[in-house]
């Protein structure tokens, strides 16, 4: 067994309970690996982000300034916790991040931090305004999708041989299921504001969602994959409890997607089962999701693979697929004092879990704090 | 004779059938073993469909028609065993067992 005791920086250390970020799950899975024995780095963008105050999981944590801030603003809140942490691994984990990171992977590079993420090219083949096109090639159903850029569109969509109920979707994220011409120019309006355009809008496909998540290494295989059924939602259609399966239809679609991209890192890939028994593909997200702790759960841990990957490691001969293994979400309230929520709010992070010598938080703030100020 | 009653739950607790609900569908066919033999059952009658995620409780006559379908039993002879065991006429008896076969194929999508 390789030891890996690096410095991992983590973000998406959003948790709320109707639409929880990957980060917390991804370091969780890592704490539970013997074989990690280094420091997590938990790094989000709101001081309620609860990662950033969960020392079981993280020994440091920081807010970055929101990508929108731009790459000098992220480098240089970056650059900075870097200079007190020694980051040697990052691990995006929200699909907003993952155009900039990709477009600074040169400057991580420079610093010496090691990752695994798609190209642009992969990252722009999986959007979803370019999905239908790649499930043909991959030979998989897809429901339609269309950019649209005016409201206006609601009212006259049967003229195009649209429908309600249909979904109305952001660029990154975001999805709602309208029923009628107002309903949808309200939910166009709100994404719209929230992420910008295009908005998209999908035929609804009425069925079972099923998910994968999976790590790829570029050459177009998929590593360690693990499948999940949704079995509660929340109102945000976010999985609150789900169960391992094993499909090998699922399984041959999403390794006919990858193949198809050579994805390189983790993803998720997200079908409805529709009422005839067809999967639909819905979405590829560029990033581990937020049920990511169901791996551990079934003995393929993926992020410790991830980084096995990133470091060049042998990857171990991973268990068979362990159906009928369930998670079942909760909410937790965590105690916060207030010089640690102080900490994050003037300093722009802090430190969890004490190392012997200077604090490494205490030099890395005030950049950092510099940096988030930037954010909108 | 042991007392007849064949039930399977849905989560949602949607009793399909009992003694209590006769029905008169005889056009269901037997799904197929080896599409059952991929459930995952216990001896406490909860069964799990490893590809689907779906899961289902059956009672102790169902388990056991689950069991003989499973090794590919022929109808009739899956009949003449459960007639033997079971006090209950001939034709209720095929009609339970075919409806009960039916939604088994629904569960495992046959």
Known sequence: MNSIDLTVAITGMNARADNPGPGVAVARCLRDAPEFTGRIIGLGYDALDPGLYLRE??????????????DEAFMSSLRAIHDSEKIDIILPCLDAELPGMVRLTPQFDELGIRYLLPTPEQLRLRNKDRLPELARHAGIHCPEIKSVTHSGFFYQCQEEGWS???????????????HSADEAADAFREIAAEWGYPVLVQRLVEGEEYNLTAVCDGSGSM????????????????AWSGVSIFDQTLYDASAALIRAINWRGPLEVEVMRDNTGHYQLIE????????IYLSAGVGRNLPLMLLQLILGQEIAAIPAARPGVLFIRHALENIVQQSEFEAVIMNGGQQLNPVPGPSPAATANEASRQATRNKP | MAYYRVSLFTSSGVVFMDEHKQHDNHSAVLPSAQALRRLAISESGFVFDPMSGHHFTVN???LEILRHLQKDQDLAELLALLGQEYSVGTRELERDVLEFAGMLRKFVGD
């Open chain 1, 57 to 70: 999981y993280c020994d440091s944590a920081y807010l970055l300034p929101y990508p929108s801030a731009g």
């Open chain 1, 164 to 178: 309600y109920p249909m979904v109305v979707k952001g660029l990154f994220y975001g999805a709602h299921i309208v």
């Open chain 1, 223 to 238: 590593l360690g994959e693990v499948m999940m059924k949704k079995m509660a939602v929340t109102d945000k259609g976010k």
């Open chain 1, 284 to 291: 590829i997200n560029p990033r581990f999701p937020a049920w």
């Open chain 2, 60 to 62: 102790e006559t169902g």
